[in-house]
């Protein structure tokens, strides 16, 4: 059974950090590539980061670069996101996203308010 499961949301305040988590289980993370991604109510779902399958290579959306760090660790098959300088505009609901080749798995997202 496939399972994609966010953590390390939360309530921050401008400024903050956060770093997230998604947990994979149920097929083998090491062969795919992995995205987080994140939406807010009334709004199409925004790409945020990319890894390739072994983590040598990342993009960043340019509304996170330089703010937010994406990473991964297939080992433990668990990829972060490291949130930095966070904004209020930043508050989303954030989804990892596991792809490989025409197969896409979600996880059930988690959230992330920023606010004082």
């Known amino acids: 059974q496939v399972q994609l499961v966010e953590s390390g949301g939360g309530l921050v305040q401008p400024g903050g950090s956060l770093r997230l988590s998604c947990a994979a289980s149920?097929?083998?993370?090491?062969?795919?590539?992995m995205r987080w991604y994140r939406q807010v109510p009334g709004k199409e779902r925004e790409w945020v980061a990319f890894?390739?399958?072994?983590?040598?290579?990342?993009t960043h959306a340019d509304s996170v670069k330089g703010r937010f760090t994406i990473s991964r660790d297939n080992a433990k098959n668990t990829v972060y996101l490291q949130m930095n300088s966070l904004k209020p505009e930043d508050t989303a609901v954030y989804y990892c996203?596991?792809?490989?080749?025409?197969?896409?798995?979600w996880g059930q997202g988690t959230q992330v308010t920023v606010s004082s």
């Open positions: 149920g097929f083998t993370f090491s062969t795919y590539a």
């Open positions: 890894i390739g399958n072994t983590g040598l290579y990342t």
């Open positions: 996203n596991a792809v490989y080749d025409s197969t896409s798995y």
